[in-house]
């Protein structure tokens, strides 16, 4: 089933509420951001950004996904900009982003997820901040969410070296239960990614 198959429904995949991980992380969000949230899904992450004040750009490869995060950002009176993309084609040099945003974007294996993680570290602006969220290769045993395949999640050498050159805030792999929507519900083995670029 393709992504664009999956989204073909009127439940949110992941539910409408922004990631656990970007809502206890609040705080760390800069004011203001010019934000880039990549394969965004169905806008809960971006639409929840825009609330805060944020100047949110946003892409996934669905159109079914688009078509449902335009919903939720109308009925929550903000708009983000939506673009159909895939992230093979994203132009990460068309703008600098102070906040650029991955939230289980483990569709990825390894020789395609070492040019998003490059893209996602061209595209922040001189002191800009990156927030990556996802799995460690333990949640296969859980298979609560995200693919099946360990090769695709991410571990904190990996996250580390991928971006040397930012000072990390936070790097924690954990386990937690997630309750969101019927895509990600149930333990978890979650790492998350918080740095920055040399102003
Ligand atoms: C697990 S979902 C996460 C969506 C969203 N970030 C969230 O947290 O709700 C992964 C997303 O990646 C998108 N995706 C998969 N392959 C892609 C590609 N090659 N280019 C862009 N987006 C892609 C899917 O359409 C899907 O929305």
């Not at 089933?1 to 429904?9: E, G, H, I, L, S």
């Not at 656990?20 to 992380?25: D, P, Q, V």
């Not at 971006?46 to 996904?65: E, I, K, M, R, Y």
């Not at 050498?157 to 519900?185: N, P, V």
Request: charged share 20%; glycine share 10%; aromatic share 10%.
């Amino acid at each position: 089933m393709t992504w664009d198959q999956r989204y073909a429904t009127n439940d949110y995949v992941f539910g409408t509420s922004p990631s656990g991980f970007l809502t206890a992380h609040a705080g760390l969000i800069p004011r203001g951001a010019r934000t880039l949230c990549v394969a965004d899904g169905e806008g809960r992450n971006s639409v929840w950004l825009a609330q805060q004040g944020c100047d949110v750009t946003a892409f996934d490869v669905s159109p079914n996904s688009i078509a449902k995060a335009g919903k939720l950002a109308s009925d929550a009176g903000v708009a983000p900009t939506f673009t159909q993309s895939t992230i093979e084609d994203w132009d990460w040099d068309a703008a600098p982003y102070d906040l650029v945003v991955g939230v289980f974007i483990q569709f990825a294996p390894p020789e395609l997820r070492t040019r998003i993680f490059a893209g996602l570290r061209r595209a922040l602006a001189p002191g800009g901040r990156l927030m990556v969220h996802g799995y460690t290769p333990k949640q296969v045993d859980y298979g609560t969410g995200g693919p099946g395949n360990p090769d695709f999640m991410y571990t904190e050498t990996l996250l580390r070296d991928a971006f040397s050159d930012l000072t990390i805030l936070r790097l924690d792999s954990y386990e937690k239960d997630l309750d969101e929507g019927a895509g990600h519900s149930g333990r978890s083995a979650l790492i998350d990614l918080i740095a920055d670029a040399p102003a």
